[in-house]
């Protein structure tokens, strides 16, 4: 009799075990599946203005996480700063600011005024400094305009707990971004009679 008990815990046993491993190895699959070697696809279309400001589309989407939607909205959070953040499935993703300082500031001063950029490569020309996350660029000094005296403009690329870290990218992005806000009307005084 003690027989047919072995045979059938041994059969138990092992029936047990390759539950426990199949188990294992489905979890495996999924966590993997999830974790993805992929990033998620960025199913939204990036326009060729933002806020108002012309810049390539591909540039953006670089520093974007993946998502459905893609929304923008301007804030002015004082007289001298225009930001345009752009949200992916309802959460801040990347924000471009254009913001006046004193005249006379260097960009790695101006830099600290904003998170992501701590520890940033300056460019050779120290107009501009940027990490993997965020970038300050300034702008020619023939941007001048009389509402805002005695101030530089500077660029601002931030990207917003996306998990994006991308020093190349942000740093192309920066440099087109400041050059479309160099030829805009942020750089002009408005014409007679606006």
Same mark, same amino acid.
């Given at each position: ?42 199913a ?39 930001r ?25 001063? +101006?830099?600290?005024?904003? %998170? @992501?950029? /701590?520890?940033?490569?300056?460019? $050779?020309? *120290? ?29 601002? +690329?931030?990207?917003?707990? %996306? @998990?994006? /870290?991308?020093?190349?990218?942000? $740093?192309? *992005?920066?440099?087109?971004?400041t ?13 007679a009679?606006?």
């Amino acid at each position: 009799m003690s027989n047919p008990v072995r045979g059938s815990l041994r059969r138990h046993r092992f029936i047990g075990t390759a539950v426990a491993l199949t188990a294992a190895v489905a979890l495996a699959a999924t966590l993997s599946a999830c974790s993805g070697d992929e990033p998620p696809k960025k199913a939204y279309t990036v326009p060729p203005s933002l806020c108002g400001i012309t810049v390539e589309p591909a540039l953006v989407e670089d520093v974007l996480p993946g998502g459905d939607s893609l929304t923008t909205a301007t804030v002015k959070p004082n007289g001298g700063t225009v930001r345009c953040n752009l949200s992916v499935d309802g959460k801040l993703a990347l924000s471009l600011t254009q913001a006046w300082w004193t005249q006379g500031q260097t960009t790695a001063t +101006v830099s600290q005024g904003y %998170s @992501g950029t /701590d520890d940033g490569t300056m460019s $050779e020309d *120290l107009r501009f400094v940027h990490t993997g996350e965020a970038g300050v660029g300034k702008t020619v000094s023939s941007c001048k305009v009389s509402r805002q005296p005695e101030q530089d403009l500077y660029t601002v +690329v931030q990207t917003r707990d %996306s @998990g994006i /870290d991308a020093p190349e990218a942000i $740093e192309k *992005l920066l440099t087109a971004y400041t050059k479309a806000v160099e030829g805009s009307a942020a750089c002009r005084e408005p014409a007679a009679g606006s």
